[in-house]
């Protein structure tokens, strides 16, 4: 590879993997320099086209509170990427939000943490909760904890002819590695709910701040590319426990509601795009690194970001695809183009387990074990408890404009 070539693909992934490191406020100095140093060495290239993109958008979105900063690149990002999700009961205003709104709108900046864990052995002696952990630190835990079992999933196993026969005599312990992925997801759903409940003692005012809190920790979740996590936590939000509490809701900020309506709408685009978009650019990051010296290899390899995808999307497009095709056509022959469409889809999952290894995020004892420990209620429990606190007539009653105006 020439130098400038190489230069060339640095300076492109670099513009598109992490374009929030261009983001400085009032004037976007950095980009200046890249969009002149390009100018001068590559002038009417695609690259000082995509540079002077970039720094054009950026003008355009600065938002008016510096509050807001970082953000918007943070979900431009993804602005064209979709998880699939089934929301037991979305959000009727969910309707609402169109493609011309603005970008999730971040939250009053937190208050440093210096002192959460030199205050360790003062929270031992409280009593913790969700609350205790910041968004972003519990958003980072999340990611640690799903990419590395998302890493350990024997792509094979996800097959639908291995996979749909896991609830088969004799079949129950079939791919655990899967089983695993899915249990920690399940795990997170009943943590949000259950932390959302609370206890009876807790009024919508509090409840609706751990709402809050949870919305915030999904945002991180976004930035920090963990589809999976993100996909929980709004679902649990979504679900009929936690949903049909309208005073909650009531009480819940506007800007952490549109926050919520925003990443709903951008968990249930469509995953192929996701998918598509990351696997072309891998697959060009892999055979770049092939052609380039041990040296820019490691610098190059620092630019990817790790992704840890909803697997539910690929079981459900194997188990689909076993079902829809054949293994073997008339006369016996094998069918390959079944075998095919197979392999795309492992291949896709091997080489989002290869960005994972890009994660580099240092395990935090406390939350782990407060997560792991966490006493979550059962999905009937959770209704039982979400019917006590507001009770079915009273929900019946709030009208639509209660549940929350915007």
């Known amino acids: ?132 952990f910041p968004p972003k630190l519990v958003a980072e835990q999340l990611t640690r904890m799903d990419a590395e079992l998302f890493k350990k999933v024997v792509p094979y196993h996800c097959l639908g002819s291995i996979w749909s026969q896991r609830n088969k005599k004799g079949k129950e312990n079939l791919a655990p590695t899967i089983r695993a992925t899915i249990t920690q997801f399940n795990n997170v759903v009943h943590c949000v709910i259950t932390t959302c409940l609370g206890d009876k003692s807790m009024k919508a005012p509090d409840r609706a701040r751990v709402v809050e809190h949870w919305i915030e920790v999904a945002r991180e979740c976004l930035i920090h590319r963990n589809f999976s996590s993100l996909h929980a936590i709004l679902s649990a939000l979504q679900s009929s426990s936690i949903h049909r509490l309208k005073e909650t809701w009531g009480e819940v900020s506007s800007r952490s509601f549109q926050t919520f309506l925003k990443l709903c709408k951008k968990n249930t685009l469509n995953k192929d795009l996701l998918i598509k978009k990351k ?110 606190l507001e009770p079915p007539a009273q929900v019946a009653s709030n009208t639509h404009s209660s549940y929350k105006k915007t």
């Open 279 to 388: 696997m072309s650019k891998f697959s060009i990051l892999k055979m770049n690194l092939r052609r380039a010296q041990d040296g820019q290899q490691e610098k190059e390899m620092d630019i990817f970001q790790g992704t840890v995808p909803y697997l539910g999307v690929f079981l459900t497009d194997l188990v689909m695809l076993d079902t829809a095709q054949q293994d073997f056509l008339d006369g016996g022959l094998i069918n390959f183009q079944k075998r095919r469409k197979e392999f795309s889809v492992l291949q896709e999952i091997k080489l989002l387990q290869e960005s994972c290894q890009h994660y580099t995020i240092v395990s935090q004892e406390q939350f782990g074990t407060w997560f792991q420990d966490f006493d979550n209620l059962s999905e009937n429990e959770s209704y039982n408890m979400s019917c006590e």
């Open 1 to 132: 590879m020439e130098k400038g070539d190489s230069i060339s693909s640095i300076l492109g992934m670099w513009l598109d993997q992490c374009p929030d490191d261009f983001y400085e406020l009032p004037d976007f100095p950095c980009l200046h320099l890249l969009v002149d140093y390009i100018g001068l060495n590559m002038p009417g290239s695609v690259l000082e086209q995509r540079a002077q993109l970039l720094l054009k958008n950026m003008k355009d979105s600065k938002p008016i509170e510096s509050e807001a900063k970082g953000l918007e690149l943070h979900t431009a990002e993804v602005e064209d990427v979709e998880l699939e999700i089934a929301p037991q009961a979305a959000p009727e205003t969910a309707a609402a939000v169109t493609a011309e709104e603005e970008p999730v709108p971040a939250p009053n900046p937190e208050p440093p943490c210096p002192s959460f864990v030199d205050t360790t052995s003062r929270l031992r002696e409280e009593e913790l909760s969700i609350l205790t």
